[in-house]
Protein backbone atom coordinates (compact mmCIF):
# COMPACT_ATOMS: atom_id res chain seq x y z
CA UNK A 1 0.00 0.00 0.00
CA UNK A 2 1.51 3.58 -0.93
CA UNK A 3 -0.13 6.90 0.46
CA UNK A 4 1.12 9.73 -1.77
CA UNK A 5 3.27 12.66 0.87
CA UNK A 6 3.65 15.16 -1.84
CA UNK A 7 0.31 15.43 -3.84
CA UNK A 8 0.54 16.91 -7.25
CA UNK A 9 -1.20 20.41 -7.74
CA UNK A 10 -4.64 20.79 -9.01
CA UNK A 11 -5.06 19.22 -12.50
CA UNK A 12 -6.40 22.35 -13.70
CA UNK A 13 -3.76 24.83 -12.44
CA UNK A 14 -0.83 21.77 -13.98
CA UNK A 15 -2.73 21.99 -17.56
CA UNK A 16 -2.86 25.91 -17.71
CA UNK A 17 0.96 26.24 -16.58
CA UNK A 18 1.64 23.59 -19.07
CA UNK A 19 0.14 25.20 -21.86
CA UNK A 20 1.24 28.34 -20.94
CA UNK A 21 4.89 27.39 -21.30
CA UNK A 22 3.96 25.42 -24.71
CA UNK A 23 2.73 28.73 -25.93
CA UNK A 24 5.88 30.55 -24.80
CA UNK A 25 7.92 27.84 -26.41
CA UNK A 26 5.93 27.47 -29.54
CA UNK A 27 6.38 31.63 -29.94
CA UNK A 28 10.10 31.67 -29.17
CA UNK A 29 10.81 28.57 -31.23
CA UNK A 30 10.93 30.10 -34.54
CA UNK A 31 13.74 31.82 -34.02
CA UNK A 32 15.75 27.98 -34.78
CA UNK A 33 14.49 28.22 -38.39
CA UNK A 34 15.81 30.29 -40.80
CA UNK A 35 12.54 31.37 -42.18
CA UNK A 36 11.87 34.75 -40.39
CA UNK A 37 8.33 35.65 -38.96
CA UNK A 38 6.87 37.60 -40.92
CA UNK A 39 7.41 35.26 -43.62
CA UNK A 40 5.99 31.96 -41.61
CA UNK A 41 2.53 31.92 -43.54
CA UNK A 42 3.92 31.61 -46.49
CA UNK A 43 6.07 28.53 -45.43
CA UNK A 44 3.68 26.84 -43.41
CA UNK A 45 5.48 23.56 -42.75
CA UNK A 46 7.81 25.64 -39.93
CA UNK A 47 4.64 25.52 -37.77
CA UNK A 48 4.56 21.52 -37.67
CA UNK A 49 8.22 21.91 -36.47
CA UNK A 50 7.70 24.83 -34.30
CA UNK A 51 4.69 22.66 -32.88
CA UNK A 52 7.75 19.86 -32.38
CA UNK A 53 10.11 21.86 -30.27
CA UNK A 54 7.53 23.13 -28.03
CA UNK A 55 6.82 19.32 -27.33
CA UNK A 56 10.27 18.66 -27.08
CA UNK A 57 10.27 21.33 -24.24
CA UNK A 58 7.01 20.18 -22.62
CA UNK A 59 8.83 16.54 -22.30
CA UNK A 60 11.64 18.32 -20.30
CA UNK A 61 9.18 20.36 -17.86
CA UNK A 62 7.69 17.09 -17.01
CA UNK A 63 10.37 14.79 -16.76
CA UNK A 64 12.07 18.06 -14.26
CA UNK A 65 8.84 19.04 -12.79
CA UNK A 66 8.02 15.27 -11.33
CA UNK A 67 4.75 16.43 -9.00
CA UNK A 68 2.84 16.63 -12.22
CA UNK A 69 3.14 12.79 -13.18
CA UNK A 70 5.01 11.45 -10.03
CA UNK A 71 3.84 12.45 -6.85
CA UNK A 72 6.20 11.23 -4.00
CA UNK A 73 4.56 7.89 -2.67
CA UNK A 74 5.28 6.40 1.08
CA UNK A 75 5.26 2.47 0.47
CA UNK A 76 4.44 0.36 3.89
CA UNK A 77 5.83 -2.39 4.63
CA UNK A 78 5.29 -4.85 7.49
CA UNK A 79 5.71 -2.55 11.20
CA UNK A 80 6.80 0.20 9.29
CA UNK A 81 8.09 2.45 5.96
CA UNK A 82 10.06 1.85 2.71
CA UNK A 83 11.48 4.88 1.38
CA UNK A 84 12.78 4.52 -2.03
CA UNK A 85 12.34 5.94 -5.77
CA UNK A 86 10.43 4.35 -7.24
CA UNK A 87 11.89 2.44 -10.58
CA UNK A 88 9.06 2.74 -12.35
CA UNK A 89 9.33 6.68 -12.26
CA UNK A 90 13.08 6.42 -13.71
CA UNK A 91 11.90 3.97 -16.89
CA UNK A 92 8.90 6.49 -17.42
CA UNK A 93 11.57 9.10 -17.41
CA UNK A 94 13.96 7.64 -19.88
CA UNK A 95 11.61 6.72 -22.17
CA UNK A 96 9.88 10.02 -21.83
CA UNK A 97 13.54 11.49 -22.59
CA UNK A 98 14.65 9.47 -25.37
CA UNK A 99 11.61 10.89 -27.55
CA UNK A 100 13.31 14.57 -26.65
CA UNK A 101 16.52 13.85 -29.23
CA UNK A 102 14.32 11.96 -32.01
CA UNK A 103 12.48 14.91 -32.05
CA UNK A 104 15.09 17.40 -32.39
CA UNK A 105 16.57 14.99 -35.17
CA UNK A 106 13.57 15.16 -37.11
CA UNK A 107 13.44 18.95 -36.71
CA UNK A 108 17.31 18.58 -38.32
CA UNK A 109 16.85 17.02 -41.25
CA UNK A 110 13.64 18.17 -42.30
CA UNK A 111 13.81 21.77 -41.40
CA UNK A 112 16.49 24.47 -41.94
CA UNK A 113 17.39 25.87 -38.90
CA UNK A 114 19.77 28.14 -37.02
CA UNK A 115 22.41 25.80 -36.33
CA UNK A 116 23.77 28.02 -33.25
CA UNK A 117 20.12 28.69 -31.47
CA UNK A 118 19.21 25.17 -32.49
CA UNK A 119 22.22 24.15 -30.47
CA UNK A 120 20.97 26.02 -27.71
CA UNK A 121 17.92 24.43 -28.40
CA UNK A 122 18.77 21.12 -28.04
CA UNK A 123 21.09 22.06 -25.02
CA UNK A 124 17.86 23.67 -22.97
CA UNK A 125 15.96 20.34 -23.53
CA UNK A 126 18.52 17.94 -23.17
CA UNK A 127 20.94 18.65 -20.77
CA UNK A 128 18.99 19.37 -17.51
CA UNK A 129 17.18 16.44 -17.38
CA UNK A 130 20.07 14.30 -17.70
CA UNK A 131 21.86 16.40 -14.81
CA UNK A 132 19.04 16.96 -12.54
CA UNK A 133 17.28 13.84 -12.62
CA UNK A 134 18.32 10.94 -15.07
CA UNK A 135 21.96 10.72 -13.78
CA UNK A 136 20.58 10.87 -10.40
CA UNK A 137 17.89 8.29 -10.53
CA UNK A 138 20.30 6.13 -12.24
CA UNK A 139 23.14 6.32 -9.56
CA UNK A 140 20.32 5.08 -6.74
CA UNK A 141 18.61 3.17 -8.83
CA UNK A 142 18.47 0.54 -6.21
CA UNK A 143 18.89 3.00 -2.64
CA UNK A 144 16.57 2.45 0.02
CA UNK A 145 15.83 3.05 3.35
CA UNK A 146 13.36 0.59 5.48
CA UNK A 147 12.57 1.89 9.16
CA UNK A 148 10.18 -0.42 10.93
CA UNK A 149 9.93 -1.46 14.89
CA UNK A 150 12.34 -3.87 15.14
CA UNK A 151 14.82 -2.91 12.69
CA UNK A 152 16.42 -0.18 10.27
CA UNK A 153 18.14 -1.49 7.05
CA UNK A 154 19.35 0.86 3.87
CA UNK A 155 21.21 0.32 1.13
CA UNK A 156 23.61 3.50 -0.99
CA UNK A 157 25.51 1.82 -3.52
CA UNK A 158 27.92 -0.43 -2.17
CA UNK A 159 27.03 0.29 1.34
CA UNK A 160 24.36 -1.51 3.02
CA UNK A 161 23.37 -2.90 6.60
CA UNK A 162 20.44 -4.16 7.93
CA UNK A 163 20.51 -3.21 11.91
CA UNK A 164 18.33 -4.33 14.58
CA UNK A 165 16.37 -2.08 16.82
CA UNK A 166 17.61 -4.06 19.84
CA UNK A 167 21.27 -3.16 19.07
CA UNK A 168 21.12 0.29 18.59
CA UNK A 169 22.20 2.67 21.69
CA UNK A 170 21.27 6.03 20.46
CA UNK A 171 20.68 7.11 17.38
CA UNK A 172 21.18 10.71 15.94
CA UNK A 173 19.25 13.18 13.21
CA UNK A 174 22.25 15.10 11.61
CA UNK A 175 21.59 18.20 9.68
CA UNK A 176 23.76 20.45 7.06
CA UNK A 177 24.00 24.15 7.65
CA UNK A 178 20.50 24.78 6.33
CA UNK A 179 19.15 22.73 9.38
CA UNK A 180 18.08 20.26 6.41
CA UNK A 181 18.41 16.37 7.34
CA UNK A 182 21.55 15.09 5.71
CA UNK A 183 22.32 11.70 7.60
CA UNK A 184 21.67 9.18 10.22
CA UNK A 185 24.02 7.83 12.80
CA UNK A 186 23.65 5.07 14.82
CA UNK A 187 26.07 4.28 17.37
CA UNK A 188 25.67 0.14 18.19
CA UNK A 189 26.00 -2.01 21.60
CA UNK A 190 29.66 -2.77 20.24
CA UNK A 191 30.59 0.88 19.76
CA UNK A 192 30.44 0.73 16.31
CA UNK A 193 29.06 3.90 14.17
CA UNK A 194 27.34 3.33 11.37
CA UNK A 195 26.36 6.87 8.87
CA UNK A 196 23.53 6.44 6.67
CA UNK A 197 24.07 9.41 3.89
CA UNK A 198 20.61 10.27 3.14
CA UNK A 199 21.66 13.02 1.20
CA UNK A 200 23.17 10.27 -1.54
CA UNK A 201 20.24 8.50 -1.98
CA UNK A 202 18.25 10.46 -3.51
CA UNK A 203 16.02 10.65 -0.58
CA UNK A 204 15.24 14.56 0.13
CA UNK A 205 11.33 14.17 -0.66
CA UNK A 206 10.74 12.14 2.10
CA UNK A 207 13.30 14.15 4.33
CA UNK A 208 9.64 15.72 6.88
CA UNK A 209 8.50 12.03 6.80
CA UNK A 210 11.87 10.06 7.67
CA UNK A 211 12.39 12.58 10.64
CA UNK A 212 8.50 12.11 11.77
CA UNK A 213 8.91 8.11 11.56
CA UNK A 214 12.01 8.35 13.75
CA UNK A 215 10.83 11.05 16.52
CA UNK A 216 7.27 8.76 16.47
CA UNK A 217 8.98 5.38 16.77
CA UNK A 218 12.22 5.44 18.09
CA UNK A 219 12.06 8.29 20.99
CA UNK A 220 13.99 6.57 23.26
CA UNK A 221 17.02 6.31 21.02
CA UNK A 222 17.08 9.77 19.73
CA UNK A 223 20.14 12.04 21.00
Known amino acids: MKNIIRPTYPKEFSIGLILLIFIIACFLSHQIFVVPIHDLNQNQDIYLGMFLASVAVIIMVLILWEEILFPVKLKAVDGGIEFRN ?8 LMM ?63 EGNILIKDIVYISIMKDERNILEKIKLVLKNTEEIIIDLDEMELDAFYDSIQTFIKTHYTQLLK
Open 97 to 159: YCCIPLILFYIYFNFEVKWFRFILWVAVCMVPPILEKILSGVNNYEDFLKLTDNSIEYKNNEK
Open 86 to 93: RKSKLRMQ
